[in-house]
């Protein structure tokens, strides 16, 4: 194992960044190339538009708290809604899961770098001008017609409406360019986690000994290059369509708005699992560290999520039961869509059997995937009622779709980050985050997450459609908004504890020291915040825990593992 | 109270006192009509809740069991603060009980699978019998056109139905089109939701077993004012539905009092976009407005259909409902008076 002293005589100074001005610090992080750095710039632009896009979420919801409100017009709401979705899928979602696997794979493999460090820099940077580019919109968007205005077609731009008759002005553009700008991003982040995974192991680490965070983050990788690929050639359609003339999805001129479904659901669906992915693959860390057990069934769980990746390639239809497809398709993506539950019914056996027996501790990071792992078998029993095409047919684009997405999305993806943030952020940063507003933030939330979601669904099986701006008073709506609205008032708290949690912890923090949660992976043998080179050795493993075996001389892992 | 709801009892047609029993529970609420998937009026929509409650059954058990152990884990291996030296005994898998929980998901998958697919081909493939009413929408930005062929009635936003019953069945065949972009036709109470999508023609059934009046509204994001594309589907018995056909059926009522609107109407813009049987106006961009006091919301339920509203409307729609289609004409006040109470005619 790997040792802090420099192999290289301690002459040279390899740390970097003390005594510097502000100016030569920032200058520093604008061109970096290590991992770390870009792992933690991902992560701040992901939580910087995580606020952002939680505020219009809020706003979202203060509208909607009352029927009939005049607080927003009907086309800022439009604004608001779609920026929220965008946001948080590509600006949230994605920076945040690769700037975890950025920071993370090469220091749970041993390596010193990812494969193609300044590939990284590359790709971090376009996705963050990706991002500024939609969010230019509200200036720009506007073009020859008049003063900015942001897009307002939904985060799933469905055609026509996005053609230039229904939609003039430049915001629809800045939306289409701004998803392929950061769509190139996100593909060369995942073929630089590809190949690290393939390249980089350090001696011994098979990839059977490959810590299940990594195995995910390679599997996810790859889902994300068949995913966002039809996502961009979508995009470039549109823009032909708007511009040179095209026809793709000119329904006037015999294009087909069917197909631009088929194009955004075939990246979309399995988009959640990219985004759901590392989201097991933290809890994969988080809950055998927290239970002071191994992993129960690891070959099952790598093969799980292969699986799930394979199969999400197979159901983006479910999205479109209610469009018209003959009953022998929607049959087909009725089955392949449940078929999707085996797999991940594994995943919650296996996490089950993981705390069967251990000795849990009930520390922040532990609590949010806790919360996670029930809020994840709702969110996949809902996933299944919505897969019934009959049922599917009465909730589909309703508020039942709305709680069940994001279930998903906030109930373990978004619980899964906090997870993650709570427990690397130690190794980051070198101090641990506040222990007691870690606990405000996890139960706020919590009380939150549940009071606003599990009433959405109620909604939706009352005939509340999405995407309105107001609705009528004579419903029976009205009380469930309201209810609705009121948590994500309390969510919007526990998050603003989470960010001052951020920011007072780095300066106020309790020292971390190199392995604060008696851990088990290779980035906790390392210093926190680790080195520029991450080892000074390179390690050498014999197991999927080679700090338990290191801890644990007696009782190795290697005897054991197949 | 809502102005809507006092508006819907002053209304007070006999509509109203034929509440369908499903949601008589609402009723006691208060004056409300709830679009509730769960109280279903009519044959698919009922199907769809049976099948409904089935698997809320199946996935009930699965949370009860899956949830229950998840509760005893966490309660039974919580850690001791004092016990933080010894690790618990390791185990790494167990290939039994892996595949025990593999097999019977996929045994509920078959199941569900089956019962789903069975409901899929009896409603999707449901043949159409001869008795049935063929009724052609059209979503617009923001409203429903409706059609009768074989009757030649053309209205908007408001769809009435005959009544079906068992024996003899008079279920009503929608082909659902698209003047624009995608809309999406959802009344909870009647049937699932199908999308209307330019250039690719759909269709949908009813067959509704209780009269009374169906809430519902677009259910696919259309633009500015999707919010505002409501559906009001009339199930009527069969007097009032053909006293109402009927009255459909005839051309515009010309009202000589009223001579002055007409000609505002014919002259101005207002036929360009709009119909009025009997009339030299034979616009299509916008609803038919023949029978339009029959109706009782303006702008697909932006507002109830009252004099004083029409005359709003006319002003300026953007009022209640910024963004629809139709500009405010900058008529006069003597023109909006005119064309006011000359639309105020046309029941």
């Known amino acids: 194992m790997s040792e802090n002293s420099l192999p290289l005589g301690s002459s040279i100074d390899l740390t970097s960044s003390h005594g510097h001005t502000f100016l030569e610090a920032l200058h520093e992080w604008v061109v970096t190339v290590d991992h770390k750095r870009l792992g933690i710039l991902y992560i701040l632009y992901g939580l910087f538009f995580l606020l952002v896009g939680g505020a219009e979420a809020v706003a979202i919801r203060i509208q909607l708290a009352v029927p009939k409100n005049q607080l927003i017009s009907a086309q800022v709401y439009n604004r608001i809604f779609t920026m929220h979705g965008t946001t948080m899928v590509f600006l949230v979602g994605m920076t945040i899961i690769f700037g975890f696997a950025n920071y993370l794979v090469p220091l749970q493999i041993g390596a010193r770098d990812m494969a193609f460090p300044r590939l990284n820099a590359f790709s971090f940077w376009l996705t963050a001008f990706g991002g500024m580019l939609l969010y230019y919109s509200f200036i720009g968007g506007g073009g020859l017609y008049g003063f900015g205005n942001a897009p307002d077609v939904g985060w799933f731009a469905y055609a026509p409406l996005t053609a230039r008759a229904f939609s003039p002005g430049h915001a629809t553009d800045y939306w289409a360019l701004a998803l392929i700008v950061t769509g190139f991003g996100t593909l060369g982040t995942a073929i630089n986690i590809i190949a690290t995974v393939f390249s980089m192991r350090c001696k011994g680490m098979t990839m059977m000994r490959l810590p299940l965070f990594s195995w995910l983050m390679l599997v996810d990788s790859g889902l994300t290059l068949v995913t966002i690929t039809p996502l961009t050639a979508a995009q470039i359609m549109l823009l032909v369509d708007r511009y040179l003339g095209g026809h793709f999805f000119d329904t006037q001129a015999g294009g087909s708005a069917v197909v631009w479904m088929h194009f955004f659901w075939i990246f979309g669906h399995p988009e959640v699992y990219v985004l759901v992915l590392p989201a097991f693959a933290i809890a994969n860390e988080v809950i055998p560290v927290f239970s002071r057990k191994a992993i129960f069934g690891y070959p099952a769980m790598v093969a799980a999520s292969v699986g799930i990746a394979f199969i999400s390639l197979s159901v983006w239809a479910h999205h479109m039961f209610t469009v018209g497809m003959t009953s022998f398709s929607n049959a087909f993506f009725v089955l392949s869509t449940e078929l999707v539950g085996i797999p991940t019914g594994i995943k919650i056996f296996n996490w089950l059997a993981t705390i069967w027996g251990g000795k849990i501790r009930f520390a922040t990071p532990m609590l949010f995937c806790l919360a996670f792992l029930f809020q994840f078998l709702i969110a996949g029993l809902t996933g299944i009622m919505l897969s019934i095409a009959p049922w599917n047919w009465q909730l589909h684009n309703s508020y039942f779709v709305i709680a069940h997405f994001h279930y998903v999305l906030v109930g373990a993806i978004v619980f899964c980050i906090f997870a993650g943030i709570y427990y690397w952020y130690p190794k980051a940063t070198g101090r641990l985050l506040n222990d007691r507003l870690g606990k405000w933030h996890f139960w706020l939330f919590l009380i939150g997450f549940h009071v606003t979601f599990d009433t959405m669904h109620f909604l939706g099986i009352l005939g509340m459609p999405r995407s309105i701006y107001t609705y009528e008073p004579d419903r029976g709506w009205d009380t469930l908004n309201l209810v609705t609205s009121l948590g994500g008032i309390i969510q919007a708290i526990a998050v603003l504890i989470f960010a001052f949690n951020l920011v007072w912890s780095y300066f106020h923090g309790e020292a971390a020291g190199n392995d604060p949660w008696d851990a088990w992976t290779l980035e906790w043998d390392t210093a926190s915040p680790p080195p520029l080179y991450n080892f000074a050795r390179d390690p050498v493993v014999r197991s999927r825990r080679p700090l338990w075996d290191l801890k644990h001389p007696e009782d190795p892992d290697w005897e054991y593992e197949g | ?347």
């Open chain 2, 1 to 347: 109270m809502h102005p809507m709801a006092t508006v819907s009892v002053s209304l007070c047609s006999p509509l109203l006192l034929r509440v369908p029993r499903g949601v008589l529970w609402i009723a006691a609420i208060g004056q409300q009509a709830v679009p509730s998937t769960l109280a279903p009026a009519s044959t698919p929509a009922h199907e769809i809740k049976t099948l409904a409650l089935f698997t809320l059954s199946i996935t009930g058990a699965i949370f009860f069991v899956v949830g229950g152990l998840l509760t005893y884990a966490i309660i039974k291996y919580r850690g001791k603060d004092t016990d933080r030296l010894s690790e618990p005994p390791q185990i790494y898998g167990s290939t039994q009980i892996e595949l025990a929980w593999t097999v019977i998901p996929i045994l509920i998958v078959i199941v569900l699978f089956l019962t789903t697919a069975r409901l899929i081909f009896a409603i999707q493939d449901a043949p159409e019998p001869d008795s049935a009413l063929e009724v052609t929408v059209t979503g617009h930005q923001f409203w429903w056109e409706f059609r009768y062929p074989k009757l030649g009635i053309d209205t908007a936003n408001e769809l009435h139905v005959p009544l079906s019953n068992e024996q003899a069945p008079i279920p009503t065949y929608l082909a659902l089109l698209s003047a624009d972009v995608d809309h999406s036709f959802w009344v909870p109470q009647l049937a699932g939701k199908t999308d209307l999508i330019p250039n690719h023609p759909n269709a949908s059934w009813i067959n509704p077993l209780r009269p009374g009046l169906y809430l519902g509204q677009c259910a696919q994001f259309c633009g500015a004012q999707h919010a505002l594309m409501l559906l009001r589907v009339y199930v009527d018995t069969p007097d009032q539905f053909s006293v109402w056909v009927k009255n459909q059926q005839q051309p515009a009522i010309q009202d000589p009092r009223a001579e002055a609107g007409r000609r505002v109407f014919e002259t101005e813009a207002c036929m360009n976009c709009h119909t009025i049987k009997g009339t030299v106006a034979t616009g299509r961009f916008g609803p038919d407005l023949t029978h339009l006091m029959s109706r009782e919301t303006l702008g697909a339920g932006a507002a109830p259909n009252t004099v004083q509203n029409v005359r709003e409307w006319i002003k300026d729609p953007g009022d209640f409902k910024s963004g629809c289609l139709m500009p405010a004409m900058q008529l006069s006040d003597q023109q909006i008076d005119q064309l006011t109470d000359y639309l105020s005619t046309l029941r």
